[in-house]
Structure formats: structure tokens, C-alpha cells
């Protein structure tokens, strides 16, 4: 009896802390696409700690981790650049699965999975938004030791408040 025992208790706890629904439904990273108007620009990935991720040319692919530590989601913020436009900044960080999550590790992943497994590897959360699509403005600045003349509506608001106002000597 005891020698048919061990092989399925050995079997049960050699599977139960690979069971996690999220886990292997959908693993720990997530192609997120990034677009930009203009096609070229550069993407530059960085995590929550401002450490460089990725980078590419638009249009581009890049797998991202969903996870940030134990019960952390991903956070990341990406820079679009391109030369004769603003620079752009956006955010993606990661939001709950929700309710194929839970009824996923009450059918498949049990406890392990819903409070280890999921948890420790990111599966968990669901990247947003999935397409980052980026439109960049023209940029208004000059080259160093340039003048560049704009009217006062085509100056951005934050720039207005540092210029001071200029009169004639009378």
C-alpha cells in the first residue's frame, strides 16, 4: 500500500506548484505593439525604477514583463522621440485580470496558484494599453543659438509662463 502512495503523493506535490491558471494560460510577459504618427520614431522602454527596458523603431513589437515583484504589477513608462517633433511620454502599467483569474485557480490553479504561483510570476495582470499608438507634435524649438518667431497662441502654455515680457527704453 505504502509502495502505491509515495508515486502519487510525489506526483501531486511535483504538479501542484506548477498549477496556476494565469501562469499557463498566458504566461509572464506581454507583447505590447507600439505605433506612432510619424512611422520612425524612437521608443525607449523604461521600468519602474527608471532602468532601461528596450528600445526600438516604430512601428515595433516588444515583450514586457506584466509583474513587478509579489502581488506588484509592472509599471513602464515609454518615450517616443523623433527629430523635428515634441517629445512624447506615456505609461503602461498592469491591471487585474479579474474573474477568469479567480475562476481560473479555483478550476485549475487551486490556493498555490492564486497566492504563489500567479502572484511571484505576473501572470496575474493584464498590461494596458495593450497597442500604445503616439502622435507627436511638431516641436516648437529651435536649434541652440537659433531664433525661431511664433505667434503667442502657437506657444505652449507652460512656456508662456516662464518668458517675460519685453517693452521698448522709451
Known amino acids: 500500500m505504502k ?3 509515495l508515486p502519487l503523493v510525489a506526483l501531486v506535490f511535483g504538479i501542484l506548484p506548477l ?3 494565469a501562469t499557463i494560460m498566458k504566461g509572464s ?3 505590447i505593439s507600439f505605433l506612432s504618427d510619424p ?3 524612437s521608443v525607449t522602454v523604461y521600468d519602474s525604477t527608471g532602468m532601461l527596458v528596450a528600445d526600438g523603431m516604430t512601428p515595433v513589437v516588444i ?3 506584466k509583474g513587478d515583484g509579489f502581488f506588484q504589477s509592472a509599471r513602464y513608462r515609454i518615450d517616443f522621440e523623433s527629430p523635428g517633433y515634441a517629445k512624447k511620454v506615456v505609461w503602461i502599467s498592469g ?3 479579474g474573474g477568469w ?3 481560473g485557480n479555483i478550476l485549475v ?3 498555490i496558484g492564486w497566492l504563489v504561483v500567479d502572484p511571484l510570476t505576473g501572470a496575474m495582470w493584464n498590461l494596458q494599453p495593450k497597442v500604445v499608438n503616439a502622435r507627436l507634435d511638431k516641436s516648437l524649438s529651435a536649434a541652440p543659438g537659433s531664433l525661431h518667431v511664433v505667434l503667442a497662441g502657437q506657444v505652449p502654455p507652460d512656456l508662456m509662463l516662464e518668458a517675460e515680457l519685453i517693452t521698448p527704453n522709451s
Do not use: V
Open 95 to 97: 491591471s487585474l485580470e
Open 3 to 5: 509502495k502505491r502512495i
Open 39 to 41: 512611422l520612425g520614431a
Open 109 to 111: 490553479g487551486g490556493l
Open 63 to 65: 515583450p514586457l514583463k
Open 19 to 21: 498549477m496556476a491558471c
Open 29 to 31: 510577459d506581454q507583447k
Open 101 to 103: 483569474y479567480i475562476a
